[in-house]
């Protein structure tokens, strides 16, 4: 046996300890013993180190039981924070969380027209700490969800049509510097919000699916055995590029060539359809045109649900069974989860369009379901992406590591 077996032995039981308190919460040490396997003496040793190293804390005293009540062990969130971002054309929306989740500090920041998109969200997210009582040097991982393509290491920032003020932004080595901490990624916001739907949304139970989301364009967030599918350059899950037939009979924009898929489910698109079936459709009130397009198309597909304008509803759901159908056709998933504000505005009858039209394909035994993620799922998926992260790390290393 080598030297370095009971180091590796010593490890293996800690981060076993680790994740069990993350998963089950507070656990007395006699559960521990139960549930991992460990001896009673091996059990009160991992704990007494993990408690030096201040990774789990006694937190109270089991209820209920016969006797002298037993300690209750949880897991120290104050020993790692993490950072999760949402950039949005016209807001920086940031939260700090602990290692369990608990969101500890928060700040957003509206950003309209802003010419230094780095120097703002460096000072937003030293805010969102400071709320924390902390430094931003304190955060062990920092991730930026953006609307664009983020190549496939988190590293630079390839193409962001939707944020005209982060064009000239290339990397993160600005931010980086700013921020005095170098542990600070960017990921796609459809990829982050999957991986929130993963975590606490419909998906939580499907070995693999994808997201379709329908919001300022479209795009999909695409998870494989657990995993997020980025692509070999970062560019997985951009379906609003595929050439694809328009097949609504108004307000069509597509010629017999077809088009991107964009083009016909945009929120621009959306709107024209609106209009097309006679709908008074509006561009939302205030904030940049682009967010105001998406509140207007918004609008129009929650009040043609409230009035039974069937025939726009049924164009929408035409279109977006034709994205669909191409994402299903290629990944074929356990399940399809229909996210964005679009989608939430057209509910449940929009999604048993979309399935009508499905059914006729040979794929329709993929379950289509709504989203069920709330509040803002960029910034919440940022910040579970972050915990990911942090917390391999932290549990690998284990007392090693302090």
Known sequence: MSSGSPRVLRTLNERATLELLLRSGPLTRGELESLTGLSKASAAEVLRRLETARLVKKG?????SA??????????????????????????????????????GEHRMATPGIHDPIGSLAVAVAEA?????????????????????IDVVGDRLDSVIQLPSWEHVHDLSPLRARLGNDRVRMENDVNLVAVEEMVKGSARDAES?????LGQGI??????????LRGATG?????????VPDPAERGRVLGPEGGSLDSILGAEAV???ARAHGLAAGTGSGGPAADSAVSGAADAVSRAVADGSTAFLEALAARMAVGVIALVGVIDPHLVVLGGSLCAAGGE??????????????LARTPLVLSAVSGNAVRAGAVEFALGIAREQVFKAGTAGR
């Open 129 to 149: 700490a400071r709320a924390a009582g902390l430094r931003t040097t304190d955060l062990d991982q920092i991730v930026v969800g953006m609307p664009g393509v």
């Open 209 to 213: 699916f994808a997201l379709f989301w």
């Open 235 to 243: 560019r997985g899950g951009e379906i609003g590029s595929i050439v």
């Open 271 to 273: 709107l024209r359809l």
């Open 60 to 64: 109270g005293r089991k209820p209920g």
């Open 349 to 362: 009858e929009l999604r048993r369009m979309v399935a009508v039209r499905l059914a006729t394909t040979a």
């Open 67 to 104: 006797g002298p009540a037993a300690h209750m062990w949880a897991l120290d969130g104050s020993c790692c924070h993490v950072a999760g971002v949402d950039v949005t054309p016209d807001a920086l929306d940031v939260a700090v969380a602990d290692l369990t989740g608990q969101v500890v």
């Open 219 to 228: 795009g999909a967030g695409v998870v494989l055995n657990g995993a997020l």
